[in-house]
């Protein structure tokens, strides 16, 4: 959340051009009018509207950015937005536009800015638009942090994490300029340490492994230490670490270690302060109060986020979690005709983000393939080796053509096989023979052992099986003959014989049959770790599930249980 107040700082990185243009009563106004958007907004708004009627073009530039950026922290995006692109407009008539270091580094501010009001509206494409756009008219800015920021977005946590913590490497630590402050330098490389944490508490929804966590919460309190250090608004400071462990604790299930961080954070006045905060704390309370069982709070925190959501339109992707809260609420109080509303307006929202989504990725790809034309032709230039560096580009382009071809193959199958699991599982509800068909046949019978005993053997599984005995971690070849009245010789014959598999295949369909139908059957099943829904399958780890999920359906799990949230 720290990005909610300090995206301005960026100008930072451009102090040393403003004593080629700007004099020095000059550059200490506008150093003022940074730190008070932060400590008095209003009283920066004001002196940012004196300057902008400035009899001096460059100065007058500056008060309209710092104007733009007044609107932005107070998340009336559609107007900051409009004066960001009237500013643009003027910077780009002026002749010394694109010569004028001073002019291209306001313009690249601009373009920043645009950039991340189009992110908190969760509208990726179009931030990624005027990325596109300017990225080859301002070459000494490559947007390499924000291009990490869209990349952990889509979901591509390996590449956006490390293209963030290469932009903290090669971000070069600023020397000070007139009336420019220590801290507010730190401010900048805080920000760069938070955002990777954030990543990383994405990269955990993705891979549930623990170390994830104790990663970002590193990079956050590494961020705090900056700022507290120099004692810069150290209540918020506080607040802002507070949320984001709070985040962690319920990311890891420790809902009321959760809960206790968000009211620590609660407690400082200063929160009240800025909206965007409050809204985080409003939907993390509602995500713990409803997993605690507390539905009447839940309620309240949820209604109390979805109302004041309008007013900053900030992350599409929250809006869905408060609806998902809403929906689940209504269930436990039984009113299917509310949740039944909401989870429409979830399936809506789905629909809008995947779409943007989607559009997002097709820029990213062009980017991707820029990078490597770029340093393609850097080995050109270099080495002077045309016809080996020709090759070399054909055969990363190869690469890439193949990926996205193999990429859209495997999907298609993937998504072959998820329709032919719905189906066998409707055929399988409307048979009479109570057989388990995933990627099996029919087995024929042997006749090599006893008639009776096959019948014998045969009744008892069926009665087991209706029984749901095998979701018992003790269904074992010993347990099951001893169900039986036989013995584990005749019974393991039987199944290598008679039913031409081993007893653990048979149970392992037995049990991937049962989680296949009940994520149908139980929407809220869907919601379980899969490690709970291991445990409740009979298996002691969610990694021997996954494995024989895979290996039964040739999907993972969480590719079955996306398609059928999409699905339904």
Not at 147 to 175: C, F, N, W
Not at 270 to 291: E, I, K, P, S
Not at 346 to 361: F, T
Not at 375 to 390: G, H, P, R, T, W
Request: hydrophobic share 35%; net charge positive; proline share 2%.
């Amino acid at each position: 959340m720290s990005k909610i107040i300090c995206h301005f700082i960026i100008l930072l990185s451009f102090s040393s051009v403003f004593s080629q243009e700007l004099s020095e009563l000059e550059i200490k106004k506008t150093r003022s009018i940074q730190e008070h958007l932060i400590a008095n907004p209003e009283q920066a708004y004001a002196e940012a509207l004196e300057i902008s009627n400035s009899d001096k073009e460059l100065f007058r530039f500056f008060g309209n950015y710092y104007v733009a950026n007044y609107f932005y922290n107070k998340s009336e995006f559609i107007h900051s937005k409009q004066l960001l692109l009237a500013l643009i407009e003027n910077i780009e008539k002026k002749d010394n536009a694109t010569s004028s270091k001073v002019y291209q580094d306001l313009l690249a501010m601009c373009v920043n800015k645009l950039f991340y009001i189009h992110k908190n509206l969760g509208e990726y494409d179009l931030a990624l638009f005027y990325l596109d756009k300017y990225k080859k008219r301002l070459p000494n800015t490559p947007f390499n942090e924000q291009y990490g920021l869209i990349k952990v977005a889509m979901g591509d946590y390996v590449t956006g994490i490390a293209m963030l913590k290469r932009e903290l490497k090669t971000s070069p630590h600023l020397k000070l300029g007139v009336g420019e402050k220590k801290v507010m330098n730190k401010k900048l490389f805080a920000d760069k340490y938070n955002f990777i944490g954030e990543a990383y508490q994405q990269y955990y929804l993705q891979s549930k492994k623990a170390v994830y966590l104790d990663s970002a919460n590193y990079y956050f309190n590494a961020a705090a230490r900056m700022l507290l250090e120099d004692n810069f608004y150290p209540d918020y400071t506080k607040v802002l670490l507070y949320m984001r462990e709070a985040k962690s604790a319920a990311l890891a299930g420790d809902y009321h270690k959760s809960l206790s961080l968000y009211r620590k954070g609660k407690k400082y006045p200063v929160l009240q302060d800025n909206l965007r905060t409050v809204q985080v704390f409003d939907l993390g309370m509602a995500d713990c109060f409803y997993h605690t069982k507390q539905v009447d709070s839940a309620f309240f925190y949820s209604k109390k986020y979805i109302k004041s959501y309008p007013l900053t339109k900030v992350s599409k992707e929250n809006l869905l979690m408060a609806y998902n809260i809403m929906t689940q609420c209504y269930n436990e109080k039984k009113d299917s005709k509310n949740a039944y509303r909401y989870a429409q307006k979830s399936l809506a929202l789905i629909q809008s983000i995947e779409s943007i989504k989607n559009k997002s990725l097709n820029f990213l790809h062009n980017y991707d393939l820029n990078i490597i034309k770029e340093e393609s032709n850097k080995i050109i230039a270099a080495k002077n080796y045309f016809k080996m560096s020709l090759f070399g580009i054909l055969i990363v382009l190869g690469i890439v053509v193949f990926s996205f071809y193999y990429y859209h193959k495997n999907q298609k199958e993937k998504h072959y096989r998820f329709k032919k699991i719905i189906q066998d599982l409707k055929e399988y509800k409307t048979s009479s023979i109570n057989k388990i068909r995933i990627n099996t046949t029919e087995a024929q019978p042997k006749q090599t052992i006893d008639e009776e005993l096959i019948e014998k053997i045969s009744l008892g599984l069926k009665k087991l099986e209706q029984k749901e005995a095998f979701l018992d971690p003790n269904f074992k070849l010993a347990y099951v003959a001893k169900k039986l009245n036989t013995n584990t010789a005749y019974l393991s014959q039987y199944f290598n014989q008679v039913m031409q598999k081993s007893f653990s295949e048979y149970t392992q369909e037995l049990r991937i049959h049962y989680v296949l139908q009940k994520l149908v059957d139980t929407p809220h099943f869907r919601k379980y770790t899969l490690q709970a829904i291991a445990e409740e399958v009979g298996y002691k780890d969610a990694n021997t599930l996954v494995r024989v999920f895979k290996k039964q359906t040739g999907l993972s799990p969480n590719y079955y249980i996306e398609k059928l949230e999409n699905t339904n």
